[in-house]
């Protein structure tokens, strides 16, 4: 080949457009995460990630490229994964996210996981639950989905999330009742066999908040100490149980003493802490005892 077609070659590339892989190395510079610069990719292309592997040298057009750098900006500043697909998978189920709700963490896994468990005991034969704090619905529809006797109930005061919760119950088919209100508030009159919560429990001081800066503050923090609103859950619970029903609560790695000191104090038995996956204590829990 003459030197002149080979420069005609390489000006030809250049004008369309840099490479899947040359895309993807400048996303790595840029600080980017290897398998969160090939999601974002493989959604702009509207390609299955494994299809990037095997085309790394196709060129992408210039409407492509933008696209993707704007993604990489902005996951680069922090903005999370989900919120620039729109989706995250919890428990088995793909869940349609957004900047209304916290992203559901495998960490949350585990209260599920405890739930499930002692309803497969079974506490009853078509248990009632409830999801206090639902956010994008993830633990109650995970539950209904694994546990489909179940008959839960979904409690949000953020009219936004609540709506997304409706959303991603509709698109899945699973039928769960959706309040809106502040915790127990529109639960008056009613008892439960098992009520799960992942209230906001990170104290206000802590510096993670600002690496979490893009999603809602209010179902992060309850502000001081962290503790209040897994003080306010704990303390209403009593009234809201069935004899014999359990409270479990998502919990901050060094909070696990104070909120089984909280559970003990409310009257709760069998006090027990569940650890994450990276073997944290997590989820801390109660049984409320039958009269005698």
């Known amino acids: 080949?003459?030197?002149?077609?080979?420069?005609?070659?390489?000006?030809?590339?250049?004008?369309?457009?840099?490479?899947?892989?040359?895309?993807?190395?400048?996303?790595?510079?840029?600080?980017?995460?290897?398998?969160?610069?090939?999601?974002?990719?493989?959604?702009?292309?509207?390609?299955?990630r494994t299809w990037l592997l095997a085309h790394?040298?196709?060129?992408?057009?210039?409407?492509?490229?933008?696209?993707?750098?704007?993604?990489?900006?902005?996951?680069?500043?922090?903005?999370?994964?989900?919120?620039?697909?729109?989706?995250?998978?919890?428990?088995?189920?793909?869940?349609?996210?957004?900047?209304?709700v916290l992203v559901p963490r495998p960490d949350t896994e585990t209260l599920v996981d405890w739930a499930l468990e002692l309803l497969r005991a079974p506490l009853a034969d078509e248990p009632e639950v409830a999801d206090l704090g639902t956010g994008s619905g993830a633990i109650a529809l995970a539950i209904k989905h694994r546990h489909p006797r179940a008959r839960v109930a979904g409690v949000e005061r953020s009219l936004p999330a609540l709506e997304v919760a409706q959303a991603n119950a509709a698109r899945l088919g699973l039928a769960v009742e959706w309040l809106s209100g502040d915790w127990w508030q529109p639960l008056?009159?009613?008892?439960?066999?098992?009520?799960?919560?992942?209230?906001?429990?990170?104290?206000?001081?802590?510096?993670?908040?600002?690496?979490?800066?893009?999603?809602?503050?209010?179902?992060?923090?309850?502000?001081?100490?962290?503790?209040?609103?897994?003080?306010?859950?704990?303390?209403?619970?009593?009234?809201?149980?069935?004899?014999?029903?359990?409270?479990?609560?998502?919990?901050?790695?060094?909070?696990?003493?104070?909120?089984?000191?909280?559970?003990?104090c409310a009257g709760f038995t069998a006090v027990a802490t569940r650890c994450d996956l990276a073997g944290r204590p997590r989820c801390s829990g109660g049984h409320r005892p039958s009269p005698v």
């Open 188 to 264: 008056a009159g009613r008892r439960f066999h098992l009520v799960a919560s992942n209230p906001p429990y990170i104290a206000e001081a802590d510096p993670h908040l600002l690496a979490l800066r893009h999603e809602p503050a209010e179902a992060l923090t309850p502000g001081a100490d962290g503790l209040s609103a897994l003080a306010c859950v704990i303390a209403g619970a009593p009234g809201h149980l069935h004899a014999g029903g359990w409270l479990l609560l998502e919990h901050g790695q060094d909070q696990g003493d104070a909120v089984r000191r909280l559970l003990a």
């Open 56 to 100: 790394d040298e196709e060129a992408l057009t210039p409407a492509q490229q933008q696209a993707f750098a704007a993604w990489c900006r902005r996951r680069a500043d922090g903005e999370p994964l989900a919120y620039l697909l729109g989706e995250r998978e919890f428990h088995g189920l793909t869940l349609q996210v957004g900047p209304a």
């Open 1 to 48: 080949m003459s030197e002149g077609a080979a420069q005609g070659g390489r000006d030809a590339a250049a004008a369309m457009g840099p490479t899947i892989a040359s895309a993807l190395a400048q996303a790595r510079r840029q600080g980017l995460e290897r398998l969160d610069a090939q999601l974002l990719l493989a959604r702009v292309l509207q390609r299955p």
